[in-house]
């Protein structure tokens, strides 16, 4: 199965779908850090919900790479599950690198002296290295629900470019719009919002652990669905 991941994972590379995503996340991280300084737990928030659909597609774009003849090989070869598993994998994969890429860019910046990452304004802010351990665990938050709705509009699951993009921007405006403070059903999309405001506050443990665990639930749902859809649809 890592071969198969492997095999992915430079796929994804050399066929240059990587380039498109990498300058969105350069956009997007220049929009954000470029105008001046902020404090790690409050950037690296909005950071994780501005970067939610760019990894988002780029596990569709890792999803899609494979033709399916070859596709149809790897199941025969090592099984529906672990081919499945290893597409996902390779997903996340690409989409840790990009989480990595967004944590160490606004450092960068700073060096450049054009803004970034700053440490504490007052006596009640958060310190510098828990900010950036917040941050982390917001893009991961992020990475994991993403991977699932890129899952979701993958080619083999809507068969159909125009339904894949479809998929895509619908549930990506629906997890901030649903997300946003006072919402109806926030808990039927992923917590970014939650988690970019709970980073803007004061985080408390109990927040925390709770806003993972839902992430990890609609992930894990979102997951279940899209093997269900695999196996019906292979």
Same mark, same amino acid.
């Given at each position: 199965?890592?071969?198969?991941?492997?095999?992915?994972?430079?796929?994804?590379?050399?066929?240059?779908?990587?380039? /498109?995503?990498?300058?969105?996340?350069?956009?997007?991280?220049?929009?954000? +850090?470029?105008?001046?300084?902020?404090?790690?737990?409050?950037? +690296?928030?909005?950071?994780?919900?501005?970067?939610?659909? $760019? $990894?988002?597609?780029?596990?569709? #774009?890792? &999803?899609?790479?494979? /033709?399916?003849?070859?596709?149809?090989?790897?199941?025969?070869?090592?099984?529906?599950? =672990?081919? &499945?598993?290893?597409?996902?994998?390779?997903?996340?994969? $690409?989409?840790?690198?990009?989480?990595?890429?967004? !944590?160490?860019?606004?450092?960068?910046?700073?060096?450049?002296?054009?803004?970034?990452?700053?440490? @504490?304004?007052?006596?009640?802010? #958060? /310190?510098?290295?828990?900010?950036?351990?917040?941050?982390?665990?917001?893009? #991961?938050?992020?990475?994991?629900?993403?991977?699932?709705?890129?899952?979701?509009?993958? =080619?083999?699951? *809507?068969?159909?470019?125009? +339904?894949?993009?479809?998929?895509?921007? *619908?549930?990506?405006?629906?997890?901030?719009?649903?997300?946003?403070?006072?919402?109806?059903? @926030?808990?039927?999309? @992923?917590?970014? !919002?939650?988690?970019?405001?709970?980073?803007?506050?004061?985080?408390?443990?109990?927040?925390? $652990?709770?806003?993972?665990?839902?992430?990890? &639930?609609?992930?894990?749902?979102?997951?279940?669905? +899209?093997?269900?859809?695999?196996? *019906? =649809?292979?």
């Amino acid at each position: 199965m890592s071969a198969l991941v492997r095999m992915r994972v430079a796929a994804f590379v050399r066929t240059g779908r990587a380039l /498109p995503s990498l300058l969105a996340t350069l956009v997007v991280l220049g929009i954000i +850090y470029g105008g001046g300084k902020a404090q790690a737990a409050e950037a +690296y928030g909005f950071s994780a919900v501005a970067l939610f659909p $760019i $990894i988002a597609w780029q596990a569709k #774009l890792v &999803l899609d790479t494979e /033709p399916d003849v070859q596709r149809r090989l790897a199941i025969t070869a090592v099984g529906h599950r =672990r081919e &499945l598993a290893a597409g996902l994998a390779a997903a996340t994969v $690409i989409g840790l690198t990009t989480v990595v890429f967004a !944590m160490l860019v606004p450092w960068v910046i700073g060096v450049v002296g054009i803004g970034g990452i700053e440490g @504490p304004r007052a006596a009640g802010d #958060l /310190p510098l290295g828990a900010g950036i351990a917040l941050g982390g665990w917001a893009h #991961l938050a992020s990475l994991v629900t993403a991977v699932g709705l890129g899952a979701l509009a993958s =080619r083999p699951v *809507t068969r159909s470019t125009l +339904y894949g993009v479809a998929v895509l921007v *619908t549930g990506s405006v629906l997890a901030i719009v649903l997300g946003l403070q006072g919402s109806f059903a @926030p808990w039927i999309v @992923p917590p970014l !919002m939650a988690a970019a405001r709970t980073l803007a506050k004061e985080p408390h443990a109990g927040s925390v $652990i709770g806003l993972s665990a839902q992430a990890v &639930l609609w992930a894990a749902v979102v997951v279940a669905g +899209y093997a269900r859809l695999r196996r *019906t =649809r292979s």
